[in-house]
């Protein structure tokens, strides 16, 4: 029995699948190493954006958002911002209530200072005499 052409066809064409099939695995092969390659790139780039997330923080820090003193900002930072007025006088304001403390008695006292003033606050005169109760502080 004799081949005819359609005999070599097939053949040539069985070649070309086989050849066909080896260029498909190795193309695989290169897609499952830049697959690999990739991942490990991935997880480079979120290592790495980490750490700029954490420098950036360190350089955005000044004075007014950290506990560094005002002489550590650089020469670009802006300054700091005045404190909200409330419209209210300071101190104790009306109405609030007085918080002192109570003077200790007087024998339980360690030691006493005397300090007796030599002069009118008010009208400069010389002042003479003993107050037989004076002010305790």
């Known amino acids: ?11 040539e064409l069985e070649r070309e699948n086989a ?7 190795e193309q695989q ?11 490990v790139l991935e ?8 750490e700029l997330r ?13 506990s560094k003193p005002p002489s550590s900002d650089p020469p670009d930072a802006p300054p700091p911002a005045p404190p909200k ?23 339980r006292v360690n030691r006493t200072i005397v300090v007796k003033p030599e002069a ?6 010389p002042l003479t005499g003993d107050d037989p109760a004076p002010h305790r502080h």
């Open 1 to 11: 029995m004799a081949r005819d052409w359609r005999d070599d066809r097939i053949d």
């Open 54 to 66: 954490g420098l950036q923080a360190v350089l955005g820090r000044n004075s007014g958002n950290s």
């Open 29 to 39: 092969a290169v897609i499952e190493t830049r697959q690999e390659t990739l991942a």
């Open 120 to 125: 009118c606050r008010r009208c400069g005169d």
């Open 85 to 107: 007025r409330t419209g209210r006088k300071r101190g104790g304001q009306p109405g609030h209530e007085k918080h002192s403390r109570e003077l200790v008695p007087p024998e």
């Open 43 to 50: 997880q480079r780039v979120e290592q790495l954006e980490a």
């Open 19 to 25: 050849a066909l099939r080896a260029e498909i695995r």
